[in-house]
């Protein structure tokens, strides 16, 4: 198995501070937008983003946490049962501006079920997608980001691994492993 650094910790930064910026010119003052991370990697980077437009707007840009276990397509197939996670939305979303942020766009699927999770808190005006790296070539649903830290094209069979000081590492970095055959 080999590793392959996408981004290190200096170029990680420059690309979430991209992203703070292409929100802000999207959402201005963030008075009609909310952020919500996709639990479990996606809270990371929501909260990374969350620090950083709030030091930047010096506004208060609500922030939550929403969990889409229990509305996947494959919840039922697992050999073991997945774990929920925290759902903390401490806000209306009807009629809001959403950003669902995570970690890893892959196949599609958390973020279907992200969208089912969500209707339950209201209905909101428009949802965006932020994802950290976008895997092309390996969708199985027709969704696509509306912000893109990198995109990487991979295999199926290889890995992204996001490495964050926030889940105990010890710099930002991001990976691509494989296997060398």
């Known amino acids: ?15 979430l501070s991209r992203l703070c910026q292409q929100l802000i010119e999207n959402h201005g003052d963030f008075e009609n ?20 437009l709030q030091k930047l707007t010096r506004k208060e840009v ?4 929403l969990d889409a276990t229990f509305h996947r397509d494959d919840f039922r197939r697992r050999e073991i049962p997945a774990k929920a996670s925290e759902v903390r939305i401490p806000f209306i ?3 809001k501006k959403v950003i669902l942020v995570d970690d890893v766009l892959f196949t599609g699927r958390t973020v ?15 949802v965006e997608l932020l994802v950290l790296i976008d895997r092309r070539h390996t969708r199985d649903l027709p ?17 992204v691994l996001v490495e964050l000081e926030a889940q105990g590492h010890e710099q930002n970095k991001i990976w691509l492993i494989y296997n060398k055959d």
């Open 1 to 15: 198995m080999q590793k392959k650094l996408i981004l290190d910790s200096d170029l990680l930064d420059i690309t």
């Open 33 to 52: 937008s909310v952020i919500l991370g996709l639990q479990p990697r996606g809270v990371f980077l929501a909260e990374i983003i969350h620090k950083k």
């Open 62 to 65: 609500p922030l939550g946490y």
């Open 93 to 95: 979303i009807e009629d």
């Open 112 to 126: 279907r079920a992200a969208l089912d999770a969500m209707i339950a808190f209201g209905r909101p005006a428009k």
């Open 143 to 159: 969704i696509a980001p509306d912000y893109v830290g990198k995109t990487v094209n991979t295999l199926a069979s290889q890995k």
